[in-house]
C-alpha cells in the first residue's frame, strides 16, 4: 500500500477511535511500534491535534470540535450523493508535498485574496460571486486551486491556470468552519469515515469540490468523489 493511502487510512482511524496507544495502532496496521510512532509524528506535523497522556490509561489522544464528533457519531445524519455536470474552473493554484502541511496552510488564504483581486480578469464566469477550491491529496503532492466557474475556457489570465472536472458522482456535505486547510481536511476525513460507514467508496485519485460564497467564509458546500461503479 502507498505511504500516502496508508497515511491517509491512519488518519481517518485516528479521528474515529479518539483515544489510543501506539501498541494497539502498530498491531492493526502491522508495522512495528517504532514506525506508527514515526507515523503519528507524521501526522501531528500535518496539523492532527494529537496529545499524550501519562499513566495506567494512557496513550493518545485527538482534540476536536464536538460538531464533527456529533456529526459523525449521529447515525441520522447521512451523506447524500449527487451527479455534478461538467465543471470548468479558471484561478490560481499551489502544489507542494503532502506533508508540507504548514507550507501550504499559510500559501491557501494568499490564493483567494489573490483571486479575489483579480477576479475581473477572469471571462465567462458561471455566477457572480461563487467560488470553488478544488483538492487533490495523492501521490503524496497536496493540489489546491481557487477559482471561479466559468461557461468557457478562452482565455486564462497570465499566473493562472484552468482545468475541467468531468461529470462524476460525489458524496456531499456541509462544512461548518473556516476555509483553511486545517479545517478542511479535519471534516473532509470524518468525512470519509461516515462514507465507510454507508458502503461508499471515495476516489482517491480525483478532484474534491469546495464551494462557498466568500461573504459567508465559515460555509461551503463540499463534494468528495465516489469510485465509479
Given amino acids: 500500500m502507498p505511504k500516502t493511502q496508508r497515511m491517509i487510512e491512519l488518519m481517518m482511524r485516528v479521528y474515529?477511535?479518539?483515544?489510543?496507544?501506539?501498541?494497539?495502532?502498530?498491531?492493526?496496521?502491522?508495522?512495528?511500534y517504532r514506525t506508527m510512532l514515526r507515523y503519528l509524528q507524521e501526522l501531528s506535523g500535518l496539523g492532527v491535534p494529537l496529545y499524550s497522556e501519562v499513566g495506567k490509561n494512557g496513550g493518545y489522544s485527538i482534540l476536536n470540535s464536538k460538531t464533527k464528533q456529533s456529526f459523525l457519531r449521529d447515525p441520522s445524519k447521512t451523506i447524500n450523493r449527487v451527479v455534478k455536470p461538467i465543471v470548468r474552473i479558471v484561478g490560481v493554484e499551489v502544489k507542494a508535498p503532502f506533508t508540507a502541511f504548514y507550507m501550504t496552510k499559510a500559501i491557501r488564504p494568499r490564493l483567494w485574496?489573490?483571486?479575489?483581486?483579480?477576479?475581473?480578469?477572469?471571462?465567462y464566469q458561471a455566477k457572480k460571486d461563487m467560488f470553488i477550491g478544488i483538492t487533490l491529496r495523492q501521490n503524496r503532492t497536496y493540489h489546491y486551486i481557487?477559482?471561479?466557474e466559468v461557461t468557457n475556457i478562452r482565455h486564462v489570465p497570465d499566473g493562472m491556470v484552468s482545468m475541467t472536472i468531468p461529470t462524476r458522482e460525489y458524496s456531499v456535505y456541509n462544512h461548518s468552519g473556516f476555509n483553511e486547510r486545517e479545517e478542511t481536511d479535519q471534516t473532509y476525513f470524518f468525512v470519509l469515515e461516515k462514507m465507510k460507514k454507508q458502503g461508499l467508496s471515495h476516489d482517491p485519485d480525483a478532484y474534491s469540490l469546495e464551494i462557498f460564497n466568500p461573504v459567508?467564509?465559515?460555509e461551503a458546500t463540499i463534494y468528495v468523489p465516489l469510485k465509479e461503479s
Avoid: D, M, P
Fill in 146 to 148: 481557487a477559482g471561479i
Fill in 113 to 123: 485574496q489573490e483571486l479575489q483581486a483579480r477576479k475581473n480578469e477572469i471571462g
Fill in 16 to 32: 474515529e477511535k479518539q483515544h489510543f496507544t501506539v501498541e494497539e495502532l502498530a498491531t492493526e496496521f502491522e508495522v512495528s
Fill in 216 to 218: 459567508e467564509e465559515n
